[in-house]
T-cell receptor, first 115, second 115 residues
Framework: DAGVIQSPRHEVTEMGQEVTLRCKPISGHNSLFWYRQTMMRGLELLIYFNNNVPIDDSGMPEDRFSAKMPNASFSTLKIQPSEPRDSAVYFC?????????????FGPGTRLLVL | AQTVTQSQPEMSVQEAETVTLSCTYDTSENNYYLFWYKQPPSRQMILVIRQEAYKQQNATENRFSVNFQKAAKSFSLKISDSQLGDTAMYFC????????????FGTGTRLTIIP
């Protein structure tokens, strides 16, 4: 299995631009999670989906952030407009079970820098 | 709300030595899962070991083992015969075994293996 796939691996953009992060979960996994990691706040769960349906988006910082999962094999996290404080590593993870009681498998992350 | 505490921000040991990373958690739940994740400089989050709270037997994975003390709410990770490749951040994580609950991470322990 290829594992969780994220793209791009690195993104550098200017403040105000739209950023789209992409994730392909492990085939057969029912749950998908988006995390953000910063030095100041550590690992934060932004949103998670189960069977393509958003279950908990309480971690999404503000309206500039949106996430979609149009099918079982693809999800996007969009930031529009981006701000310097959005600079972080964004991880996608997937799990075979609801709410991730089974192990969550992480992708390699997208390192985002907003100038 | 659940909390996970890792009281050792940084540790270092000589190669081939044994090291123990501590983790405590606070919960009122009886059934839950505990994890240790490793994050090397590549930033990839890698599962090290998983423990189910209802199992009294401590989980082991090759050189990695845990000391799970449910009454004390303690979940330490022991790395035997440490290797240079073990240098990484180590995160302890907790999730209850029901409902739409999030995986709660500790703040991490930075482990350096000295040649």
């Amino acid at each position: 299995d290829a594992g969780v796939i994220q793209s791009p691996r690195h993104e550098v953009t200017e403040m105000g631009q739209e950023v789209t992060l992409r994730c392909k979960p492990i085939s057969g996994h029912n749950s998908l999670f988006w995390y953000r990691q910063t030095m100041m706040r550590g690992l934060e769960l932004l949103i998670y989906f189960n069977n393509n349906v958003p279950i908990d988006d309480s971690g999404m910082p503000e309206d500039r952030f949106s996430a979609k999962m149009p099918n079982a094999s693809f999800s996007t996290l969009k930031i529009q407009p981006s701000e310097p404080r959005d600079s972080a590593v964004y991880f996608c993870a997937s799990s075979p079970d609801r709410a991730g009681q089974e192990t969550q498998y992480f992708g390699p992350g997208t390192r985002l820098l907003v100038l | 709300a659940q909390t996970v505490t890792q009281s050792q921000p940084e540790m270092s040991v000589q190669e081939a030595e044994t090291v123990t990373l501590s983790c405590t958690y606070d919960t009122s739940e009886n059934n839950y899962y505990l994890f240790w994740y490793k994050q090397p400089p590549s930033r990839q989050m890698i599962l090290v070991i998983r423990q189910e709270a209802y199992k009294q037997q401590n989980a082991t994975e090759n050189r990695f083992s845990v000391n799970f003390q449910k009454a004390a709410k303690s979940f330490s990770l022991k790395i035997s015969d440490s290797q240079l490749g073990d240098t990484a951040m180590y995160f302890c994580a907790f999730i209850p075994n029901f409902g739409n609950e999030k995986l709660t991470f500790g703040t991490g322990t930075r482990l350096t293996i000295i040649p």
